[in-house]
């Protein structure tokens, strides 16, 4: 059913179109002349994609309003990292003090790249492997995107059937894992008894011939029933399968329609979680002991900031974080509408995401304080990161509480809602990444095919539910998105900063946002210099630090490491596959330089302006100097 709007664009389809973008015009310091607003009329044209009535906007789809986008990149960017690795950092790389690499790194680095990726995502609307285009050369970088988002889909929604696992168990009078009275508890279950000793390195250590916290025991010996190793994957864990077959069916149902459907949903997902996350905060600070773990989550050592780690840290945490690099903030861009502020978006997403790492803070440590107390456990000693935290220290604070199992449920909750938006992102990276490479083919049947991959992911993830998963899933999370992900985000600068050209994207931006950011120079500098430079130092210290994967005391042996590193450049082997292929098959010219060259210049019905919704309000800016470029502007 046609809107008003799209009706009054059916009869003036020959009447405007998008300006194209200035071409590598120079930005300089100054010497911008004023803009003037006017309509561009259309030479003689009947072909704005034949219908407005079957344009790519109205076939791909559209987001509802803004603030289904927003809140959508809000709860894509905030995820289990916020939670579960961003207070250990903080805690780890001088507390407070940590907080400087790590808003500088978020101006630097973070801003700019999820500016990069929202701008070019809305200006092509194409999904992340059509949108190279831009660039045919380097079509290989899209399919990396939906490679490495494919292998994360699977695995991450595991992690989601543990919270639904914990989040079905707190329905109880007492939570099970609370005590030693249990079948599956050993011997060493039990508290440390707080002696404090001093090892060989002078460092404070914890004395104590009790190994383990009762939740440990739970998490380890009784929902995942941790076999010997990875050669013996033991049987299945029909419990945790029956868990992961319920997230992939909440998945599908928030994804089966696109952003229309998942654009609703995030309504709640993104935001009840800071909902639960304040009420954690505030029954967190009423524990006792609670003021020592925020003490020792904020105490400045200031002297950290001459360690590189502590930097280099920072930038990892703002590069995972934000999420740039796995092709969902292009997805998500592509939805928009084309005149929408993107640049605005590009400010208040990383904002969000690094004050809810921060907030998140004060509820995991006032918590871990309180645990401390209880138990008599230093607090370094009970500060960990990744599921670790969220499945063994938070679940063991949480049992000392009065009234602990609707703490529980509150927490497994919300961690399960900050997991799905995240997963949405990813889900949709991979399906729109193909259905836009196959539409003939696939767009009629979008949510047959959103069906179908929900399926294959979830008999890929069954191996991971069974007593030897937990091996495969440190290995895949060790390996899949390390290396491989810095290496696509840097080769993505590179190509838009330099092939594509800073200046024309900002170009692009100008015309559909109506102004130039007035932060540009910072911007075109991040683009072609800054950020490629911080994802290399980023992936150089990652491998000169490199240590094989682990679990606990576990060392893996060495043919499963050489599996993780096939997992590693997997996800890069397309890029030099696509190249060859676009040579050989699109390249354009008589000698290897100008085939070369011909891919490396968007193609003809890149800036056609296919599917823009005008009206008689709708104009853009035509500047009347050389530059193309008008005033710097605020939001």
């Known amino acids: 059913m046609t809107t008003d709007k799209q009706e009054k664009v059916g009869k003036d389809v020959g009447d405007y179109q998008r300006v194209p973008s200035v071409e590598k015009t120079p930005l300089s310091e100054g010497n911008f002349d004023k803009m ?65 690499p790590y808003f500088l790194m978020m101006v630097i680095v973070g801003m700019p790249l999820f500016f990069m990726e929202l701008a070019f995502g809305q200006y092509a609307r194409e999904g992340p492997i059509t949108i190279w285009k831009a660039a045919p050369l380097f079509k290989g970088i899209g399919y990396a995107m939906v490679c490495i988002s494919g292998i994360v889909t699977v695995y991450y929604n595991l992690v989601l059937a543990w919270a639904l696992f914990f989040f079905f168990k707190s329905f109880t009078k007492d939570l099970p894992w609370k005590g030693c009275e249990n079948i599956w508890n050993t011997d060493a279950c039990g508290y440390a008894n707080g002696t404090i000793g001093i090892n060989s390195d002078n460092e404070t250590v914890l004395i104590s011939n009790i190994s383990t916290i009762p939740a440990e025991e739970y998490w380890k010996k009784e929902v995942l029933q941790v076999s010997p190793g990875i050669d013996d994957m033991g049987s299945m864990r029909w419990q945790l399968a029956a868990c992961l077959f319920l997230a992939w069916v909440i998945v599908y149902c928030c994804i089966f329609k696109g952003v229309k459907s998942s654009g609703k949903v995030v309504y709640f997902t993104a935001t009840f979680p800071y909902v639960v996350l304040t009420i954690l905060l505030i029954r967190g600070l009423t524990l006792e002991g609670a003021w020592d773990g925020i003490y020792f989550y904020l105490k400045p050592n200031w002297e950290t900031l001459k360690d590189a780690k502590v930097w280099n840290d920072a930038a990892t945490q703002i590069f995972y974080s934000l999420g740039p690099a796995w092709g969902g903030i292009l997805t998500f ?60 220290t938070y679940p063991e604070a949480i049992a000392q509480m009065p009234v602990a199992p609707l703490w529980a449920f509150l927490f497994f909750f919300m961690l399960f809602l900050v997991g799905l938006d995240t997963q949405f992102g990813m889900s949709e990276t991979f399906i729109c990444g193909i259905v836009d490479e196959f539409p003939k083919y696939l767009r009629p049947h979008k949510s047959l095919f959103s069906l179908a991959v929900c399926v294959m992911c979830f008999l890929l993830g069954l191996p991971l539910c069974m007593e030897g998963g ?58 072609c210099f800054l950020t490629p430079v911080v ?72 800036e056609k302006g296919d599917g823009i919704e005008v009206s008689d309000d709708d104009y853009v800016m035509k500047s009347v100097n050389s530059n193309g470029l008008p005033d710097p502007a605020p939001v």
Not at 368 to 385: C, H, R
Not at 475 to 483: A, S
Not at 540 to 557: D, I, K, N
């Open 333 to 392: 861009a592509s939805f928009n509408k084309f005149h929408h502020n993107c640049y605005r978006d590009a400010l208040v997403v990383p904002l969000i995401n690094c004050f809810t790492s921060f907030y998140a803070g004060f509820v995991v440590f006032s918590t871990l304080g309180f645990m401390s107390y209880k138990t008599g456990i230093p607090i370094q000693n009970v500060s960990t990161t990744g599921p670790d935290l969220v499945f063994i």
């Open 535 to 606: 994802i290399a130092c980023i992936a150089g210290f990652s491998m000169w630090q490199y240590s094989p994967v682990t679990y606990g005391s576990y060392v893996y042996p060495g043919w499963a490491e050489c599996i993780g590193w096939i997992l590693t450049f997997s996800s890069l082997v397309p890029i030099p596959v696509m190249m060859v292929y676009q040579y050989f098959y699109y390249g354009e010219g008589d000698t290897r330089l100008e085939r070369i060259s011909s891919l490396l210049k968007p193609t003809s019905d890149w």
């Open 470 to 527: 937990i091996y495969v899933f440190e290995l895949i999370n060790w390996y899949c998105c390390w290396l491989s992900l810095m290496l696509v985000g840097m080769f993505e600068c590179l190509v838009i900063g330099w092939i594509y050209g800073a200046d024309r994207l900002l170009s692009n931006t100008r015309e559909m946002i109506g102004f130039m950011p007035s932060i540009w120079a910072l911007y075109k500098a991040s683009w």
């Open 36 to 100: 003037e607003a006017e309509k561009v009329p259309v030479k003689d044209t009947h072909m704005n994609n034949e219908m407005v009535g079957t344009s790519k906007v109205e076939s791909r789809g559209s987001w509802g309003s803004q603030v289904d986008f927003l809140l959508a990149c809000i709860g894509y960017a905030v995820g289990l990292g916020n939670i579960w690795r961003f207070p250990y950092l903080c805690y780890r790389n001088g507390g407070g003090a940590f907080l400087i």
